[in-house]
């Protein structure tokens, strides 16, 4: 609806509503222009589509804002379903967000360069008006576009996700068929590379007030994208907060493990919090088998306090076999059980382990003097009849301490 007491912005004498209604035609054709120089996805598009669709839309733009100007009014309902509608086509043809958005950015600042042009100093109170409805019409627009895209993105991802979730089940029960998992039946890979990923806690979990639950969600979304930007959008993944299992389909067993390790820094650095991971190369036909090792060396190098980063079978081979069940992995855990009656000690006892057995740094952690690490050490020697502070002591309560964690898990 006109709007009869807002004034038409005029410079150097000319409504600006005028200029655009003038010169539509020009002012379309060099944003168009405009967009293929500044931003590659556009100069990628066939010239029919950028001469069609990308014209329209443009024209479409410039008309409204000259409306908007010269009837001093906020957009309709349906002037911003329009500009919606046209984002919408463009995420179902899976063209990017961020060049849409650039694109509106790059066209409105075409046409305030156009419009201010031929201003002199007597102009400055039209043209700071003119920049304010600029930026409400931006406002307008990008939450349009940005809605409009979302709304044709999600049938698209709810599909994609869909079929990737099927997928990835499909590849980790066991009780499926030879016939099923044939790559050629049913667009499974020959190989896959198996991650069983565990999430550190990001720094912002433990300040007081921050919701913890959103923290853990942004933390999850970057590591995804950083997965998905390593794989070419092809990773099978179910992570959740505290880690999961992700399944990438390979071309042949060779894998770059340097290139992996890169990766999982990038997730790292991502997320802003540590990351580590247990990887193997499977067959599609024996990932249940593949991804449950993967875990249990997970485990292992959990449970013997390892630093974040990538890890096969061959890194804990001795500790992984330690570690299996059985009647030497329960006498060895044995070996603490006198300690059972002091959880104090335990505790300084995985610490002093976990901090590759440096008592300065075994008290930092548990927020005690290093006199009391020391006393709690001879403690923990004459309970056991070991002396856990030399070699031989100390290799085996590092084999008990991860019997214990197998036997016990927390």
Do not use: C
């Not at 329009?82 to 849409?100: D, K, N, W, Y």
């Not at 008290?363 to 923990?380: G, K």
């Amino acid at each position: 609806m006109h709007d009869p007491d807002v004034a038409p912005i005029v410079i150097a004498g000319t409504p600006v509503h005028e200029v655009l209604e003038n010169e539509v035609s020009d002012i379309v054709s060099r944003m168009v222009t405009r967009h293929r120089e500044l931003l590659t996805d556009y100069r990628r598009l066939p010239y029919e589509q950028l001469h069609t669709d990308v014209t329209s839309i443009s024209q479409a733009a410039v008309s409204y804002y000259a409306s908007w100007l010269r009837e001093g009014r906020q957009p309709t309902p349906a002037e911003l379903e329009h500009l919606g509608s046209s984002a919408m086509r463009r995420a179902e043809e899976g063209f990017p967000l961020e060049s849409v958005l650039a694109a509106y950015v790059n066209g409105f600042e075409q046409i305030f360069r156009k419009l201010v042009e031929p201003a002199g100093p007597d102009d400055l109170a039209a043209v700071t008006t003119l920049s304010i409805r600029v930026f409400e019409f931006v406002r307008h627009a990008m939450q349009a576009v940005t809605s409009g895209y979302l709304d044709g993105l999600r049938p698209k991802l709810a599909q994609q996700n869909n079929a990737q979730r099927d997928q990835l089940s499909a590849l980790l029960r066991a009780d499926r068929s030879a016939h099923l998992m044939d790559p050629a039946n049913a667009g499974f890979a020959s190989y896959y590379l198996v991650l069983s990923l565990l999430l550190g806690a990001h720094p912002d979990e433990k300040e007081v007030g921050v919701n913890k639950a959103i923290v853990a969600r942004r933390m999850l979304g970057r590591i995804m994208s950083a997965l998905s930007q390593s794989t070419d959008d092809q990773a099978l993944m179910s992570i959740g907060q505290t880690g999961g299992i992700v399944l990438v389909p390979l071309r042949d067993p060779d894998v770059d493990w340097d290139h992996w390790r890169r990766t999982l820094d990038a997730m790292s650095a991502a997320a802003g919090a540590p990351v580590t991971a247990a990887v193997a190369v499977a067959a599609a036909t024996v990932v249940p088998s593949v991804a449950a090792e993967a875990a249990d060396v997970l485990d292992v190098v959990r449970w013997f306090g390892k630093p974040p980063g990538l890890y096969r079978l061959d890194d804990v081979l001795v500790e992984y076999q330690l570690t299996r069940p059985g009647a030497a992995r329960r006498q060895l855990a044995s070996v603490l059980e006198p300690l059972d009656s002091y959880p104090e000690l335990v505790t300084t006892l995985m610490s002093y382990v976990d901090a590759a057995f440096n008592r300065r740094r075994t008290a930092t952690a548990l927020h005690v003097h290093p006199n009391t690490v020391d006393y709690r050490l001879r403690r923990i020697s004459e309970l056991l009849d070991l002396d856990i502070t030399q070699a031989p002591g100390s290799h085996r309560i590092t084999a008990a301490l991860a019997a214990r964690r197998a036997e016990r898990p927390r």
